[in-house]
């Protein structure tokens, strides 16, 4: 069925639905009333089905949350901008990587023009919002590519800029923050309680980079010259607002005092939430090159995964449904003509995995769309109640769905704790946005961001082929 049928379907709630209206509804959520109550027993007791839908993204297609939208962000201190050379600098690097938006701290301008705004960003990051240096010490500005995000809001602080984000491509918001942390010690707990502050509503999406100017572990330093008070508060700020760090994939420090026996600390960082995370779980995080300053400019944008061919994976709650076992009978009974044992059992694996792939196609297929199809035919039928008598087939076609939608959410829990590879918490005793962040973060371990040659470094997925 396509978008110009399902719109029509979907004006003809205004009068009773037909039998042809409900059978087509049911092959779109793809009913089974033998199988319905099965992921309905698997909902669990904490009730994680029904609250799932209040999130304030269930509505958007799953398909367009943002993980193949490439929308790159640069944080970097300048250490000035007060030079045409430091100008051009930023500019080419804003170029070079194709920025949407770009992060500046200690910019050390105190007065901004339209003009100036162009020769730091260029044509493609002619918007910004600024917080003016003192004199020549500090600053920080947001710049943003306007063909591709909009910025709804802004605030700006003493130490920090606060923007509302929406990627103009897929229409998802999240809120971003870059802060220039102060030096001196004495201001420091001012501006944790600033940070604390610009958290946004509980849920959602929220992004945080910069010069922080202070460490929340011993490591992010490379010596014991450390102040454990300062790592101790500001760990607990990290805790309060629900953060946790994005590392950094090749670079371990981000700013160096560049003497002989250098003094090295990760002070620039990015720090998002479960949400975001959420949203952006192929996103990456790279350090390029200090250039002119000597903070390491942190990237951070979508890393493009090869296709791979569809493999075989088995779902631990296959076996509840029905037709399961009659499946894996048929295809490991059909004879093999072979003699050696280990062909026969070979041929017979792959003719169960090549039986199980179609039977769960017509079980489990597209099921997040699915859920969101029934989601929007009850509220459809909700509506439609409020003005007239539902029939005996919209009343069954009704309780039929509020039951796949239990089971929908069950099933997509249920998959992602297999996922995640957590074993020792039961299906029911945690929510699918904890499995969820345990995926992403196995996922970003596993990837392989660069192969360092003898002459150079390959990150391109064909490039990394021909050296592998």
């Not at 099965?38 to 999130?55: F, H, K, N, R, T």
């Not at 003497?259 to 995370?277: E, G, M």
């Not at 009850?378 to 005996?392: F, G």
Request: proline share 5%.
């Amino acid at each position: 069925m396509n978008a110009k049928a399902a719109e029509a379907l979907i004006k003809r709630f205004n009068e009773p639905l037909t039998d042809t209206d409900i059978l087509a509804i049911a092959k779109l959520t793809n009913l089974d009333p033998a199988a319905l109550r099965v992921p309905a027993d698997m909902q669990g007791p904490d009730g994680e089905a029904p609250e799932a839908m209040l999130s304030p993204f269930a509505g958007a297609d799953p398909s367009c949350l943002m993980t193949d939208t490439n929308c790159p962000i640069m944080s970097w201190n300048i250490r000035g901008l007060n030079t045409p050379a430091r100008r051009a600098v930023v500019s080419e690097a804003a170029e070079a990587h194709k920025l949407a938006i770009l992060c500046l701290q200690e910019t050390k301008i105190e007065a901004w023009s339209r003009p100036l705004v162009r020769e730091v960003g260029g044509a493609r990051l002619a918007d910004c919002v600024v917080l003016p240096a003192s004199g020549t010490r500090g600053g920080a500005a947001i710049s943003w590519d306007s063909s591709v995000v909009d910025v709804q809001s802004h605030a700006v602080g003493q130490f920090s800029i606060t923007v509302s984000v929406i990627i103009m491509a897929t229409s998802t918001p999240y809120w971003l923050t870059t802060v220039y942390g102060p030096v001196d010690d004495s201001r420091k707990d001012e501006f944790l309680s600033e940070v604390a502050r610009a958290a946004p509503p509980t849920n959602n999406p929220w992004l945080i980079n910069s010069d922080f100017n202070l460490i929340y572990k011993a490591s992010d330093k490379n010596n014991s010259n450390i102040n454990r008070r300062m790592i101790g508060k500001f760990r607990a700020a990290i805790d309060a607002t629900g953060l946790r760090e994005i590392r950094c994939k090749n670079r371990r420090y981000t700013w160096s005092n560049e003497r002989d026996d250098p003094t090295l600390v990760s002070i620039n960082k990015f720090f998002c939430n479960n949400a975001w995370d959420a949203l952006f779980p192929s996103f990456l995080l790279h350090a390029t090159s200090t250039s002119c300053s000597d903070h390491c400019p942190l990237l951070l944008a979508a890393a493009s995964a090869p296709r791979r061919p569809a493999r075989f994976r088995f779902e631990s709650f296959w076996p509840r449904f029905p037709r399961f076992h009659a499946t894996v009978q048929h295809a490991w009974d059909r004879p093999v003509a072979s003699s050696c044992a280990f062909r026969r059992i070979h041929v017979k694996l792959d003719r169960v995995a090549k039986d199980l792939k179609i039977w769960a196609k017509g079980f489990f297929s597209s099921t997040r769309l699915q859920l969101h199809i029934a989601n929007e035919v009850v509220l459809r039928l909700d509506i439609a109640q409020e003005h007239r008598r539902l029939s005996s087939s919209e009343l069954g076609l009704r309780k039929q769905l509020k039951l796949r939608v239990l089971g929908l959410a069950a099933i997509e829990r249920a998959r992602k704790r297999q996922a995640s590879r957590i074993t020792w918490l039961r299906a029911g005793d945690a929510r699918t946005s904890f499995f969820q962040a345990k995926i992403n973060s196995r996922r970003q371990k596993n990837f392989i961001h660069a192969i360092h040659t003898t002459d150079s470094i390959v990150t391109s997925h064909d490039d990394k082929a021909k050296e592998g």
